[in-house]
């Protein structure tokens, strides 16, 4: 490793002593390339090393915060919530319709319930409109169109969901009292709002499922005599279809854990809907509308209740990680 | 013949689909820009709110964004980065370190902002005896903002030419001198980009700075007093009922700080790209 220039310096007692000097001083994990033998000339300044060690301590403490602070959260949600649900009993506090915190009955089943369908309902109608989208940006509209369009669903992204929730307040709220009937305040109109806000979740990770498909499988297809459609509806869908399934997981972990914008537009009653334009709530809503005066069991039940939440989007997520480094190792 | 026929009500689908998505997002900023216009002026952002919001402005309301955002970024930015150059310049990228870090990150991103609200409660608000205030709220949203600047900065860092690394490497330079004087600044630009869209998030955000933050309609004095954000004072007006008015005005100021926030990110990212770093 030590060539030409050091051979030079080594020669001399000046060289070997600087030598022994910075082998003192290096990190001894530092990578060879760091040892060859000019670098010999930053040795001269024993802090600079010195600050090397430190610097990759400290990078590395920063690194850990992310694993601390995931550690915390399990932790502390877990700590708060599960005494309860131990109290009352999981199939109990799951599934009991009754929820009347002030007289000590704790049932989140109407919202369990609320949950689910307001996530079906919204993918229902996002998952096609997304995908169609995703396939139109990367197949078929000319790359300005797609590009403009890739922005636009940037923006949607950007939005919060307060002011989601504001415009579904102002404008579909009454839009559903007006020409359905009812209060206006229901599942349907908590549907619409969350079906847009997991509209950019579905197209962006589509459309990135649908570019990665590899040029050849779409070139092979139409050199067959397959025309562009039939290649995107035979070829290209079915090779991405994966992460298309990736990205309607993504977008039902989003609309489960969305909050504030369906607060603001599902009425919140805690009732198992009868019909889509039936108030209903869900186990975010009733976290945020309660937790500002809860206190004692009623408080460890919101808690009781952000550890399904939190468990249902970790698992959500964990199998989407695992299954798409699955999928990466078995396609390399 | 009939697969002709069904091209062209597919191409139709296809088109229709994107135009519906940009009809979407083109009323909810058009309406909302439309009736909020009408309500600002000096006095709505320089006033601060009075009888809960029904009167007055929303200064205290913008103040309490800033604080929020701000404290944050001084929380997340630093460690976020220092997350990113570690994994590319130290870890070994098989490493299981680097792996539970990566995957620690996306569960961190995934993780629902109630869950942030209710973990900053029970241990920021509650626990550490932080109280309703900016710390807790900026901490809570540090959290929260730390997977994005984390992933923005490892791309921005990752895009950084090896030969950079291995010039300054052979020049004598060490690997923390490497990395202050010639990475991150070819880096920069990226690592801004993700900032700028980590400020969008913590403006955004309403569910956790309301159970860590409070609601309080005071001017913040210090970081340990709580605060109101803009995006909370749209909540708390247009769930209460108390001024459909100031509400828009609010949700506009929201949207038109959103809007600049995205064509800056945009702009840093496409100026960055062209200059070929």
């Known amino acids: 490793m030590l060539l030409a220039p050091a051979k030079g310096v080594n020669n001399s007692v000046a060289g070997q002593q600087l030598l022994g000097w910075y082998n003192k001083w290096s990190d001894s994990a530092l990578p060879y390339s760091n040892r060859s033998g000019i670098g010999q000339i930053s040795c001269k300044k024993g802090l600079d090393t010195k600050m090397e060690g430190i610097m990759k301590r400290l990078l590395l403490l920063g690194a850990s915060v992310s694993i601390i602070a995931i550690i915390l959260i399990t932790v502390f949600i877990f700590i708060k919530g599960t005494p309860l649900i131990a109290k009352v009993g999981l199939g109990d506090f799951l599934f009991n319709l009754d929820w009347s915190p002030t007289r000590g009955s704790f049932g989140i089943g109407t919202m369990l319930a609320g949950t689910c369908l307001l996530t079906f309902i919204s993918l229902f109608w996002a998952v096609p409109l997304g995908v169609a989208a995703a396939v139109f940006m990367a197949e078929v509209a000319p790359q300005r169109i797609g590009n403009y369009l890739g922005r636009m669903v940037e923006l949607l992204a950007g939005i919060p969901s307060v002011v989601y929730g504001f415009f579904g307040l102002i404008i579909i709220v009454p839009f559903i009292r007006i020409y359905f009937g009812g209060n206006g305040m229901s599942l349907l109109a908590g549907a619409i709002v969350l079906g847009i806000m997991v509209l950019p979740t579905i197209v962006n990770i589509s459309r990135d499922a649908i570019t990665t498909v590899p040029g050849d499988y779409k070139t092979g297809s139409l050199a067959l005599g397959a025309t562009h459609y039939q290649t995107i509806a035979r070829v290209i869908l079915p090779a991405a279809k994966s992460g298309i399934i990736t990205a309607i997981v993504l977008g039902m972990g989003r609309a489960v854990g969305e909050t504030m914008a369906v607060v603001m537009v599902t009425g919140n009653s805690t009732i198992i809907p009868d019909s889509i334009l039936s108030p209903m709530r869900t186990m975010t809503s009733s976290i945020v509308l309660e937790m500002g005066y809860a206190s004692g069991d009623h408080q460890a039940a919101l808690f009781s209740t952000g550890v399904v939440l939190f468990v249902f989007i970790v698992v959500l997520n964990l199998g989407v990680n695992i299954a798409a480094k699955a999928g990466a190792r078995h396609a390399g | ?277």
């Open chain 2, 1 to 277: 013949m009939q697969v002709k026929w069904q091209e062209r009500v597919w191409t139709g689908v296809f088109w229709l689909s994107a135009a519906f998505i940009t009809l979407i997002l083109a009323s909810i900023i058009i309406y909302i820009v439309y009736r909020g216009i009408r309500v600002i002026n000096l006095d709505f952002i320089f006033t601060a709110p009075s009888r809960a919001g029904k009167e007055g402005g929303i200064s205290t309301a913008i103040i309490g964004t800033l604080y929020l955002t701000v404290v944050s970024l001084f929380i997340a930015v630093p460690i976020g980065t220092a997350t990113a150059i570690y994994l590319e310049e130290y870890a070994r990228k098989t490493s299981r370190f680097a792996y539970l870090i990566n995957i620690t990150n996306e569960t961190l991103a995934g993780i629902p902002s109630i869950i942030f609200g209710l973990f900053g409660f029970v241990f920021f608000v509650v626990y550490l005896r932080m109280g309703w205030s900016i710390i807790s709220g900026s901490m809570t949203l540090a959290l929260m903002i730390l997977p994005t600047i984390t992933r923005t900065s490892q791309e921005a860092i990752k895009s950084v030419p090896y030969e950079y690394l291995e010039n300054s490497l052979a020049l004598g330079a060490g690997r923390w001198q490497t990395i202050r004087q010639v990475i991150i600044p070819s880096a920069l630009p990226g690592i801004i980009t993700g900032i700028i869209l980590s400020i969008g998030r913590a403006v955004g955000e309403t569910a956790a700075v309301i159970l860590t933050a409070g609601s309080s309609l005071n001017m913040p004095m210090s970081i340990s007093d709580p605060a109101r954000s803009m995006s909370v004072h749209l909540y708390i007006l247009a769930t209460e009922g108390l001024s459909l008015e100031r509400a828009f005005g609010t949700a506009f100021l929201v949207v038109v700080l959103i809007l600049i926030i995205n064509f800056a990110a945009n702009t840093t990212l496409r100026r960055w790209s062209e200059s070929g770093a």
